[in-house]
């Protein structure tokens, strides 16, 4: 009988957080037929595996499973935390110390997860692990099984703690673990300098608080050597604020929207331009490629969609959602995605990315005669000997 009021509590509680879950993605709670048909099966499904399953079933571990899997089907960014994940994140909701220099990003929720960018002077460079290889487990929780936040949350720890990785690299078949020690490792900064032919270059790799002021000092130093054209390189770029990337489609932009955000409502606020801020004005393009997701896309699409502009390189990842921590009443919480960014368009950028109106492997640039500007970096000179032609 106690097990029977355990599956009963365990069906309420599912049922809660579905009821929740459906009024936060619709604006209200819809209990319409389908609605209760669909709980019917679970609670169904639910009561099989009490009473069928060949071994005991911990239905605390049930529980929780079936809420993860409910979360993580939206999409990457969504998870279920546990009461103890939940009041160990309200206790210490910044992130640890110590790092090991890894930025991922997975597709789905049940994918692995990909390598994206290599801080310098981190243990993973030392390491030699490269953008492109997968992030199979950590610490043996497998990234399929981890949401996005989970995984980047695992990956920190106090500085000299250790962490174990399961690896495939990007051409091996086979996977090896690795453990790597925490350390402090400074984000990577933006960079800038002149290339031949007076072609100035912007590298932002994020949008963490302060790039916007670091940015506002490459502009105008690449202005002061007397550039003719400005190529920014937003590849592998994922991480950042909004107000960062706003601040520097400000600097780029004298009019127009910069971006749109959609609401469960439908409510939509906006982001446009400010007169009076636009700090470069010039011939100006931006190199993106998969890896470029979030903040990267949504300055990628204000750029093409004002025609200000060229964005040429790969379609970009498709990540452009908003996510907020939602407590329950059982001391648990949901990460839930709230808000979808749109394009100055009205395009969304989840799922969907941003096209190139010039790709590397298509038309005229893939027929560039390449010249060495960056060894070891065939894009980029791919995209600056088609700037020095157009120059």
């Known amino acids: 009988m106690l097990k029977r009021y355990k599956i009963y ?7 809660l957080i579905t009821f929740t879950l459906l009024g936060i993605i619709a604006g209200r709670v819809l209990l319409n037929e389908q609605t209760y048909k ?6 169904e ?28 089907s939206l999409d990457p960014e969504c998870t279920y935390l546990t009461p103890e994940e939940y009041q160990a994140f309200a ?16 597709k789905s929720g049940f994918d692995y997860v990909r390598i994206v960018r290599i801080l310098p002077n ?8 490269q953008p492109g290889d997968w992030l199979r487990a950590v610490d043996r929780f497998s990234t399929q099984k981890l949401s996005l936040w989970s995984i980047r949350r695992k990956l920190r720890g106090p500085i000299d703690s250790s962490v174990t990785l399961s690896i495939t690299k990007k051409e091996k078949r086979e996977a090896e673990r690795i453990t790597l020690k925490r350390e402090k490792v400074s984000p990577e900064r933006v960079s800038n ?94 190199l993106v490629d998969g890896d470029t997701s979030n903040w990267g896309e949504m300055l990628a ?21 908003l996510q907020k921590i939602i407590p329950l009443e059982d001391g648990s919480a949901l990460r839930l995605s709230v808000g979808m960014f749109l394009t100055p368009g009205k395009a969304p950028i989840e799922g969907k990315g941003v096209t190139p109106d010039l790709s590397l492997t298509e038309g005229k640039i893939k027929e560039m005669v390449e010249r060495e500007f960056v060894p070891g970096d065939p894009q980029l000179n791919k995209v600056l000997s088609y700037i020095a032609v157009s120059n």
């Open 9 to 15: 509590f365990i069906i309420g509680s599912v049922c």
């Open 91 to 106: 206790q210490s909701p910044q992130e640890e110390p110590g790092d090991i220099g890894l930025e991922v990003n997975k």
């Open 193 to 286: 300098r002149v290339f031949e032919g007076g072609i100035g270059y912007l590298g932002i790799p994020n949008f963490l608080p302060g790039v916007s002021g670091s940015v506002a000092q490459g502009l105008q130093s690449l202005q002061e050597s007397g550039i003719t054209s400005l190529l920014i390189d937003l590849r592998g770029n994922i991480l950042g604020q909004l107000n960062e990337v706003i601040a520097i489609a400000d600097m780029l932009l004298d009019q127009g929207e910069i971006t749109f955000l959609k609401m469960p409502r439908g409510i939509e606020s906006s982001y446009s331009a400010k007169v009076g801020t636009t700090l470069y004005g010039g011939k100006l393009f931006l």
């Open 38 to 43: 669909n709980l019917a099966v679970l609670t």
């Open 301 to 321: 699409a204000a750029i093409k969609d004002n025609k200000r502009g060229e964005l040429i390189g790969e379609q970009t990842f498709g990540r452009g959602s």
């Open 45 to 72: 499904v639910l009561e099989l595996v009490e009473r069928n399953y060949v071994e005991p079933v911990d239905l605390r571990k049930l529980y929780r499973g079936a809420l993860t899997g409910l979360m993580e």
């Open 122 to 129: 981190s243990p993973a460079e030392r390491e030699g692990l």
